[in-house]
């Protein structure tokens, strides 16, 4: 296979360009815009939004296999092609149980899987069994979107009954009111949040990266220390899900897991990412395969790489947007890079809003040294935003 169609044209289908180079595939991508980072890097482009099907229809027609950067795409429109022949990698069917988070809990929980305790919230709980369920869990709670959340967006942290009943309310314009649009969670006090990379090919052989810690500000990851420090026996445990997930799944491609680990030691499953992950950004530089290129590996029916460090250990720093603008932010990438060590990896993204990722830096270490990362990650948060 030579010609692999990419539906989303973000920065994780750009950070497969240099993969693609290196195997000699052609990257063919579906995206709604000029200016979205992967255009710059694909041979061509079907200038279409991810769920229109129509267009992924001509994506087809162009290409041996398609994969997928973001899972914002509509599996019922996709599955009469599929059924027609198209080669999707992942499958829909491996999709079809995590687009949903509610579904997406309710599967892992079948599979025996350690999750959180959390229920459906639709139109059909009343508010007598609203209240009884949420005192089952204890304030406070997670309000999440059941579709289309991530970096943050649609989790909401509720410390008492008066915020729930307003977050809801304000909902209740919304033409999907009677849809079931919501999940209520326990808060999980954690001692760290953990993710691992994971990669299945066509053979059904499965690798796994070395776990990582990932720290959040407002629910967004921030800054990625790998590996995560913890014991040999959780890294098994999690190697372990891995394992069990993508196996009943079948999946073929690589996918990103985001877990707790408590704070009386216990690992719960967080949320399930089908593609590619912004955990998993320090392999480009730290590791022997990075996720990407194993991405592009996996769906092509190629051996999987070999996804161990080349270097004691690593940091990651999101670069997050602060501000509108339209700045390149030359002068604080050219001192960002005078980091020993470090490697920026920058979007190419023509606006800047708050919250949007730009790009992000990687410092490879010589040691592993937790403290001594976190140290690094300010120094760069410190250059990156003002005051």
Not at 1 to 15: E, P, S, T, Y
Not at 320 to 336: N, V
């Amino acid at each position: 296979m030579k010609r692999v169609g990419i539906i989303g044209g973000g920065q994780l289908a750009w950070m497969m360009g240099d993969g693609a180079k290196k195997l000699g595939l052609e990257l063919i991508v579906q995206t709604p815009s000029r200016q979205d980072p992967a255009v710059n890097i694909a041979q061509e482009t079907v200038f279409a939004t991810v769920d229109d099907a129509a267009a992924t229809e001509v994506l087809a027609k162009k290409c041996d296999v398609i994969t997928f950067e973001n899972e914002f795409v509509n599996l019922e429109a996709l599955s009469a092609l599929e059924n027609q022949g198209v080669c999707f990698r992942p499958r829909l069917a491996a999709l079809a149980p995590l687009l949903d988070k509610y579904h997406q809990r309710c599967y892992l929980q079948e599979l025996g899987l350690p999750v959180p305790h959390f229920f459906a919230l639709d139109n059909t709980v009343q508010p007598e069994e609203l209240q009884s369920k949420i005192e089952h869990l204890g304030f406070p709670v997670v309000l999440k979107a059941r579709r289309h959340g991530y970096d943050g967006q649609g989790t909401f942290i509720i410390r008492d009954w008066a915020s729930l009943q307003k977050k809801l309310a304000g909902f209740s314009t919304e033409k999907t009111v009677n849809q079931p649009l919501f999940l209520i969670e326990e808060f999980v006090p954690f001692e760290r949040e953990l993710a691992v990379i994971a990669a299945r090919s066509v053979n059904g052989e499965v690798v796994t990266y070395p776990v990582v810690e990932t720290q959040q500000e407002q629910q967004v990851c921030r800054r990625v220390i790998a590996p995560a420090d913890i014991t040999a026996n959780h890294a098994a445990e999690i190697d372990a899900i891995a394992h069990t997930l993508l196996n009943n799944l079948q999946v073929v491609g690589v996918f990103g897991i985001e877990l707790f680990l408590t704070t009386d030691g216990k690992v719960l499953v967080n949320e399930i990412a089908p593609r590619t992950h912004n955990s998993g950004h320090f392999s480009l530089d730290a590791c022997e395969t990075s996720q990407f290129e194993q991405q592009l590996r996996a769906v092509c029916g190629l051996p999987l790489g070999n996804p161990a460090f080349k270097t004691p250990s690593a940091v990651m720093v999101n670069l997050l947007g602060y501000e509108t603008s339209q700045s390149d932010y030359q002068s604080k990438r050219q001192e960002i890079a005078e980091i020993p060590q470090s490697y920026i990896h920058w979007y190419g993204k023509k606006e800047s809003r708050p919250g949007r990722k730009l790009g992000h830096v990687t410092v490879l270490l010589d040691s592993q040294n937790r403290d001594a990362a976190i140290a690094i990650a300010r120094t760069i948060e410190s250059i990156w935003y003002p005051g």
